[in-house]
């Protein structure tokens, strides 16, 4: 599976827009763009996930470059209760590699009221 | 719908002991795993089954035993104890889209 680079803090003012940007320039074909997050040591959390189009869910949007080489999650409106730990993971969609997630270190958010 | 459970979800155990941390979930999925996450670190695959009765390594398997007898049930083994697996377990199962994590055991080992 393609690994993926995250900065790994971010901040961010309440009620302003999240922008969290990934690389995975080693990205292939079938692999799907994920994106989980984790708040104080819970269980992740799905989020959203895309292919080559840009997505959108009641949580966030995914904008995925043409080249899919990188993309960026985007909280439209964050609030203090998205602070968390942001994972970009890059997911085989078939075969044996099918539903192993590989977690990097991720990306602190901390939105500040 | 409870989701995924895990229990317990606190354990302290004494070096050398053995333990099974359960998984439960009700959602019919096939795909089942558990990862261990350290402080400061990404969740780290253990062991993960396909179905019932199929079950494979991940990426840091060693000291853990898994077995799968239905769907609905992953159980983790802890054969011997050792401080090195002082962690936090998460349970997760997968539909095809999403996976649904459990809220984690925090294991101690002394």
């Known amino acids: 599976d393609a690994k993926t680079t995250q900065p790994p803090s971010m901040d961010c003012a309440e009620g302003r827009a999240a922008n969290l940007p990934c690389n995975h320039s080693?990205?292939?074909?079938?692999?799907?763009v994920y994106w989980y997050r984790q708040i104080h040591s819970q269980g992740p959390q799905y989020i959203i996930h895309?292919?080559?189009n840009n997505e959108t869910n009641e949580m966030a949007s995914l904008i995925i470059t043409e080249d899919r080489k990188s993309s960026t999650l985007i909280l439209p409106h964050a609030t203090l209760r998205d602070t968390a730990v942001y994972y970009c993971?890059?997911?085989?969609?078939?075969?044996?590699?099918?539903?192993?997630?590989?977690f990097g270190q991720g990306t602190i958010l901390t939105v500040h009221p | 719908n409870a989701g995924v459970t895990q229990t317990p979800k606190f354990q302290v155990l004494k070096t050398g002991q053995s333990m099974t941390l359960q998984c439960a979930q009700d959602?019919?999925?096939?795909?089942m795993s558990w990862y261990r996450q350290d402080p400061g670190m990404g969740l780290r695959l253990i062991h993960y089954?396909?179905?019932?009765?199929?079950?494979d390594q991940g990426e840091v398997p060693n000291g853990y035993n898994v077995s799968r007898s239905t769907t609905e049930d992953f159980p983790l083994r802890l054969l011997s104890a050792a401080p090195s697996q002082t962690s936090v377990y998460f349970c997760?199962?997968?539909?095809?889209?999403?996976?649904?994590f459990g809220q984690g055991t925090r294991l101690t080992v002394v």
């Open positions: 080693t990205i292939s074909g079938n692999e799907y």
């Open positions: 993971i890059v997911v085989n969609a078939g075969g044996t590699s099918y539903g192993k997630l590989t």
């Open positions: 997760a199962s997968r539909s095809y889209t999403e996976a649904f």
């Open positions: 895309g292919l080559k």
């Open positions: 089954s396909v179905g019932a009765g199929i079950t």
């Open positions: 959602m019919n999925h096939e795909y």
